[in-house]
T-cell receptor
Framework: EAQVTQNPRYLITVTGKKLTVTCSQN?????MSWYRQDPGLGLRQIYY???????DKGDVPEGYKVSRKEKRNFPLILESPSPNQTSLYFC??????????????FGDGTRLSIL | AQSVAQPEDQVNVAEGNPLTVKCTYS??????LFWYVQYPNRGLQFLLK??????LVKGSYGFEAEFNKSQTSFHLKKPSALVSDSALYFC????????????FGSGTQLTVLP
């Protein structure tokens, strides 16, 4: 089954404790992206990747890091999480980075709470 | 800069009645427009898209959307709502030829009342 898999689905942690949210897709997609969803704000892009070893900032990259060492994986790293990063996070992918008319496939989300 | 506005946070409709979820956009150039639906504890699912051509686009689950260039709108519609249509709906826009960014609206919670 074609899917985007995020782990963990839920995490409660404390300020300053480094964490990683993993994202993996099994569709051989070039493009991957991370979003955060906050009430009343919709989804905002954090980082995206056009292909292996190619990443770039989205609209709200502060406090986050990403890497794309393999095509299937695109982890999101919070080196020193803060309470304002409490949010619902989504990973997404699409087949061809240059085809902006392609819809994105989304994971089921990771709810992070940072105390 | 591109943007999307969904003016209604909440839309309530009776089962069997037609529904409309509104979306207006702003982009410098020709847009690609999308509707996604989010059910509780799930990711966004693609419903339909406008690329070019016919202004009325048909998508999954009986939904359709009408592209209106002069009003810069892309409203989502369904002739007869089902209780199972209750969900959070997002409109999104990107620029034709843009490899980077999909901009989402703030979302509209649709509740279909039995």
């Amino acid at each position: 089954e074609a899917q985007v898999t995020q782990n963990p689905r839920y995490l409660i942690t404390v300020t300053g404790k480094k964490l990683t949210v993993t994202c993996s897709q099994n569709m051989n997609h070039e493009y991957m992206s991370w979003y955060r969803q906050d009430p009343g704000l919709g989804l905002r892009q954090i980082y995206y990747s056009m292909n292996v070893e190619v990443t770039d900032k989205g609209d709200v990259p502060e406090g986050y890091k990403v890497s794309r060492k393999e095509k299937r994986n695109f982890p999101l790293i919070l080196e020193s999480p803060s309470p304002n990063q409490t949010s619902l996070y989504f990973c997404a992918s699409k087949g061809n980075s240059l085809h902006s008319n392609q819809p994105q496939h989304f994971g089921d989300g990771t709810r992070l709470s940072i105390l | 800069a591109q943007s999307v506005a969904q003016p209604e946070d909440q839309v309530n409709v009776a089962e069997g009645n037609p529904l409309t979820v509104k979306c207006t956009y702003s982009v410098s150039g020709n847009p690609y427009l999308f509707w996604y639906v989010q059910y509780p504890n799930r990711g966004l699912q693609f419903l339909l898209k406008y690329i070019t051509g016919d202004n009325l686009v048909k998508g999954s689950y009986g939904f359709e959307a009408e592209f209106n260039k002069s009003q810069t709108s892309f409203h989502l519609k369904k002739p007869s709502a089902l209780v199972s249509d209750s969900a959070l709906y997002f409109c999104a826009v990107t620029l034709q030829g843009s490899a980077r960014q999909l901009t989402f609206g703030s979302g509209t919670q649709l509740t279909v009342l039995p």
